[in-house]
């Protein structure tokens, strides 16, 4: 399949995320955290960017892999002088009984074959691409500064050759270790190959204590170890991509900044992570909402910063050409100052386990009852709102059904946890939300179409309303909830089941792109009302649409399969792991099949 995709792997430790285009440069670095500046950017902007690569003159042939069941990325460049391995990591460990994530960069240089000539080049820029960052020649290392931004590259490169032109021969193994803030005060050689081992342990074993489905494992593996990343564990954010400004489609102006946590992203984020068994997350995430809950008065907002900062406000950067020349490139996200009210509801999803799952115990619940009453308070408040919809309309407020559905579906687990904690009143107050809840989303039927429109008093369809059914307020073996995806896959499938969101115009006229999530939704919408071989033909179709890592990015032109939207795409990753979970449960097969214990 000749097309567009992104050309780049990923490798972090949940406190930063690196992009390693196929040609070993670090096309995009934010440091000191997600949000931060990048002090590689050249995904937004070739010339002002910056660049960290190691290349040889002129024409190469490139392989990029992932060192099975890690983050590590390994890509092997050759031409017809030699053959030679890099191997990009960031080490992560348990070390002192907690996790050890340095601000940290390590590449390993191997000879592979040959006597490859390589030049390694290394410009971090600062203050988005405005600046470049000032180079200081050290006896064994780069010092680099400027602005606020304070980095140094260790190596057994001779520093000479970062500082004058030309390549050299690579006889033996050569190790770069760029750190922010503090330098490494340690052995090169055996640091690197100490925290290399380490790390390759650590992501295996937390593999090994996943537990995966027993087919399309490979997909899913690389999936769950994708959406690991997306969680700054400083804080137990989730951010919905590592990247900003990379378009819907060209020229379409949906160019959007996603290094921020959405807590319905961060919802979809743990229910994934928590049907292959991972716990560690949630219990993160909690603490996350928790700080949130306790400084916020008013409105949940629908995303916040990975520290909780409320104000993320838009700006443009016009000093940077955008990805493949697409402008605006954005900093910030004005929907935060959206009306989204189907966040209470993914609040209550998300913390629901905590109290009906066995399987966490010890918690604190003092505090359960009040924060149980606010939440359900919110809803009450804004249950009879129109909103901007899961799909952020600037300038549409709508009844939407999706809303409403997690209206519904958070009212239901407010009446689980106060039955568990015992508060009868709560019980009652959530069981009269279901019932409006449940009023809204009725009026959203069209008899005549039979299906559920996107809001009240609309005509238009729209995918999330698929959820109807995942979710299970409709019957799945029920003929209402046939009839409606019947009309769904009918205006808004794409070749091969891609799907698009809607088809109507919105702020920025006709949606060009179909989005993944929404493919990976129709699958288990099939698979869940009991046409299981269309949802394993559909969900085999859409795996080619990842890239040569088995990365997903966030949209897909529906008409040469080209990869769009900010990647890799945490909620693509997400839509991938329950669809084959909805799959294996309708097979009959064991859900999941553990590979350790």
Not at 298 to 308: H, K, V
Not at 309 to 329: A, C, F, Q, T, W
Request: overall charge negative; glycine content about 6%; some cysteine.
């Amino acid at each position: 399949m000749n097309r567009h995709t992104y050309q780049s792997g990923i490798i972090g430790n949940c406190a930063y995320i690196a992009h390693v285009q196929t040609n070993t440069n670090i096309s995009w670095l934010c440091w000191p955290a997600f949000d931060s500046t990048f002090v590689f950017g050249s995904k937004l902007d070739k010339e002002k960017g910056g660049e960290f690569s190691i290349l040889p003159d002129g024409k190469f042939q490139s392989e990029q892999r992932y060192i099975p069941n890690t983050n590590i990325l390994e890509t092997i460049i050759s031409n017809e002088e030699g053959t030679y391995k890099v191997t990009d990591f960031a080490p992560r460990f348990r070390q002192y009984d907690r996790y050890f994530k340095p601000l940290m960069l390590i590449r390993k240089v191997e000879r592979i074959s040959g006597e490859p000539r390589v030049r390694m080049r290394c410009y971090p820029v600062t203050d988005y691409g405005r600046t470049a960052q000032d180079r200081h020649r050290g006896s064994n290392h780069v010092e680099f500064t400027g602005g606020s931004d304070h980095m140094r590259l260790t190596t057994n490169v001779p520093i000479s050759h970062f500082f004058e032109p030309g390549t050299f021969v690579l006889h033996d193994t050569k190790y770069l270790i760029l750190t922010y803030g503090e330098p490494l005060e340690a052995p090169l050689e055996e640091t690197a190959e100490t925290f290399l081992r380490q790390t390759i342990n650590y992501w295996r074993t937390w593999i090994k204590h996943t537990t995966i489905p027993p087919f399309y494992q490979e997909a899913v593996i690389r999936s769950a170890l994708a959406l690991k990343l997306h969680q700054y564990e400083d804080t137990g954010a989730f951010i919905a991509a590592s990247t900003s400004s990379l378009p819907e489609s060209p020229g379409s102006g949906r160019n959007w900044d996603y290094r921020y946590c959405w807590i319905r992203d961060s919802y979809y984020v743990l229910a994934s992570l928590l049907r292959i068994g991972q716990f560690e997350e949630m219990e993160h995430y909690a603490e996350f909402i928790s700080n949130i809950s306790a400084n916020e008065e008013g409105r949940y907002q629908p995303l916040y910063s990975i520290t909780g900062r409320k104000e993320l406000i838009e700006e443009e950067l016009s000093h940077l050409s955008g990805y493949m020349d697409n402008k605006p490139v954005r900093l910030g996200n004005q929907a935060y100052e959206h009306v989204q009210n189907d966040v209470y509801g993914q609040v209550l999803l998300s913390l629901l386990p905590l109290y009906t799952d066995k399987r966490f115990v010890g918690k604190e619940k003092g505090h359960s009852s009040v924060w149980l009453d606010m939440i359900i308070g919110k809803i009450e408040q804004t249950i009879d709102e129109k909103d901007a919809g899961i799909w952020e309309f600037r300038n549409f407020a709508n009844y939407h059904c999706y809303t409403n559905l997690f209206q519904w579906a958070g009212a239901k687990a407010a009446y689980r946890i106060a039955k568990e904690i015992r508060e009868p009143k709560l019980e009652q107050r959530a069981e009269a939300l279901i019932l409006r809840a449940s009023k809204h989303i009725e009026d959203c039927y069209d008899p005549q179409r039979k299906v559920y429109t996107h809001a009240v008093g609309s005509g238009h369809l729209d995918a999330s309303t698929l959820q109807l059914i995942i979710m299970n307020y409709l019957d799945p073996a029920s003929q209402k909830a046939r009839d409606h995806l019947r009309a769904l896959e009918g205006e808004l499938r794409a070749e091969n089941g891609l799907f698009y969101r809607y088809l109507h115009a919105d702020d920025f006229g006709k949606p060009k792109s179909t989005f993944l999530i929404c493919a990976f939704w129709y699958v288990e919408a099939l698979a869940s009302v009991g046409r299981t071989q269309d949802a394993i033909e559909t969900f085999e179709n859409l795996l080619p649409y990842a890239n040569h890592l088995l990365l997903f990015s966030e949209d897909i032109d529906a008409n040469n399969g080209d990869q769009w939207g900010n990647f890799p795409q945490a909620y693509s990753h997400v839509g991938l792991i329950n669809a084959v979970n909805r799959i294996a449960v309708k097979l009959g097969t064991p859900r999941f099949l553990v590979t350790g214990s």
